[in-house]
């Protein structure tokens, strides 16, 4: 079965400073990868999503994530965090034709 | 804007009541699920549903069970809710493949006293 790990499971980053949020899963067959945003006291929203091609894919609002085959990672990145940022991040990846496996999620606090 | 709608957004209930919570979805999605989300353990699947009348066990089935009579509507029912019950319980639906991801309500926060 395929597991996701958060290897973070708190980030504390300055405004306007450079975060990476970091996610690996278990397997390596074709897989489908997710980025989830939940902002508190709501539900999750999908931030970006890879499922072929190119490797780097970005969500409007300047999140990017990088899919690693060799290394089975899929990080989150953004270059310049803002205060509306803060949220918890969750890192998917597919299991089987119709389920999604969720990681323990990763809480980024962003401090003026 | 397609939503998926949970009844209820937070919810007190006292040991051993039987509770429902209702998810609704305007999608037309063949697939929806239930999870638990609890800090530092992040989403545990309870049970999923990909057709009307059919469910399957997820990872943490036991003290839960489930109704999807209509498509667009799926039931989360605690036979006898117990204080460990407290939590977050998030819907979602998804068309037919992982692909395409899910779409998320925005939760219930279930006291259990």
């Known amino acids: 079965a395929q597991s996701v790990t958060q290897l973070d499971s708190q980030v504390p980053v300055f405004e306007e400073a450079p975060v990476e949020l970091r996610c690996n899963y278990s397997?390596?067959?074709?897989?489908?990868l997710f980025w989830y945003v939940q902002y508190p006291n709501q539900g999750l929203q999908l931030l970006l999503k890879?499922?072929?091609?190119?490797?780097l894919v970005e969500s409007i609002n300047g999140f990017e994530a990088e899919f690693n085959k060799s290394q089975t990672s899929f990080h989150l990145r953004k270059p310049s965090v803002h205060i509306s940022d803060t949220a918890e991040y969750f890192c998917?990846?597919?299991?089987?034709?119709?389920?999604?496996?969720f990681g323990q999620g990763t809480r980024l606090t962003i401090n003026p | 804007d397609v939503k998926v709608t949970q009844s209820s957004r937070y919810l007190v209930k006292r040991t051993g009541e039987k509770v429902f919570l209702e998810c609704v979805q305007d999608?037309?999605?063949?697939?929806m699920f239930w999870y638990r989300q609890d800090p530092g353990l992040g989403l545990r699947l309870i049970y999923f549903?990909?057709?009307?009348?059919?469910?399957e066990k997820g990872d943490i089935p036991e003290g839960y069970s489930v109704s999807r009579e209509k498509k667009e509507r799926f039931s989360l029912i605690l036979e006898s809710a117990s204080t460990n019950q407290t939590s977050m319980y998030l819907c979602?639906?998804?068309?037919?493949?992982?692909?395409?991801?899910?779409?998320f309500g925005s939760g219930t926060r279930l006291t259990v006293v």
């Open positions: 979602a639906s998804s068309l037919w493949a992982s692909s395409y991801g899910y779409t």
């Open positions: 397997s390596s067959v074709s897989v489908y």
């Open positions: 890879y499922l072929s091609g190119s490797t």
């Open positions: 998917a990846v597919s299991q089987g034709a119709q389920k999604l496996v």
């Open positions: 999608m037309d999605h063949e697939n």
């Open positions: 549903s990909y057709d009307v009348k059919m469910k």
